[in-house]
């Protein structure tokens, strides 16, 4: 026999298949499911709020923030927002000179994005990588990924991003 509690959970006074001690299985997944679908928002949050944060140059709040989303990402492995991450930090790292990891920050945000069959944001990483290697002065470097994202610049739709583009191709061949 099964009766609903004041909480709304399904508690069986008689064990049997699909119950945990007393609490119909059905409804912990519904509740864990309810728990997911609080903390993958959470994480989008804490990354836009990073994202406000380096904007308005408070690299430290950004970074804890990033900090605690990545802690809480570890449970999801979720290549998107790993790719978000990896962006952040990759920027932060730039905006604290330590251009090494800003570099691979970004080529690791790359390679998520990738995984995740995410295009724009991919090239967006090129686009940014461009920028520290034009830095930098490091032309030969901007040189060889104007050629490996040749072929993405026809996938996107973005103007913003193909202007962007096309204006950083025009400054690095006419060095």
Known sequence: M??????GIIVSHKPSLGLVGSINITVFLGAFRSVIAIRLPLIWSMIFISEAYIEMGQIEKATELIKEAGIILDEYKDPTIQGRLDNYKGIIAF?????????????NSIQQYQSAQKPVPAFKGHLILLQFHIYNNQFDKAKVILKKIETLEKQIK???????YASINYLINTL
């Open 158 to 164: 973005d103007n913003k991003f193909i202007i962007r």
């Open 95 to 107: 905006y604290t000179s330590d251009m090494g990891r800003a570099i691979t920050h970004i080529e």
């Open 2 to 7: 099964s009766t609903l509690s004041d909480s």
